[in-house]
């Protein structure tokens, strides 16, 4: 599993590089996976190249997007959380992939996602990722809901989690 996890790492960051993004931060020490963060000066860019050409002008709620891509492993689950300060947009790269929605704290059904698949997921809507059969690779643009306070790492409420975090 571990080799894997480099291996699905090293080709994300390579086909990254050749696309011409400048990463930002590279996290692959989350028990679930891990992530990118894209410049965001390269939002239009990253939503050219993984949202079918999205306009980010018309994204933008507080002023600030931050394109991220996330990579999720067989069978393992981000928290079951929601955002005080952003919205989310998901486009699947890669694998197929389960997420759960809903308005209120009760787990949504589980939905199975496959490239091409967008999810919006508005402010404070509760989400969970999920990885399936195979590693999940999943951009993601935050769309900054609060401009003198955009969102962080640190933004995340976590409803339930796999990992005691």
Known sequence: MESQKKEIFENVAQRLKLEGFNVVTRDES?????????????AQQFADTYFDGLDVDT?????????KVLIVAPNARLSWQYHHRRAEIWQVVSGTVGIKISETDEEGELKSYVPGNQIKLHQGERHRLIGLDDWGVVAEIWQHTDAQNPSDEDDIVRVQDDFGR
């Open 30 to 42: 989350r028990p679930w996976g891990g992530f990118f963060v894209i410049d965001e000066a390269q």
């Open 59 to 67: 994204l933008k709620i507080g002023g600030k997007l931050s394109p």
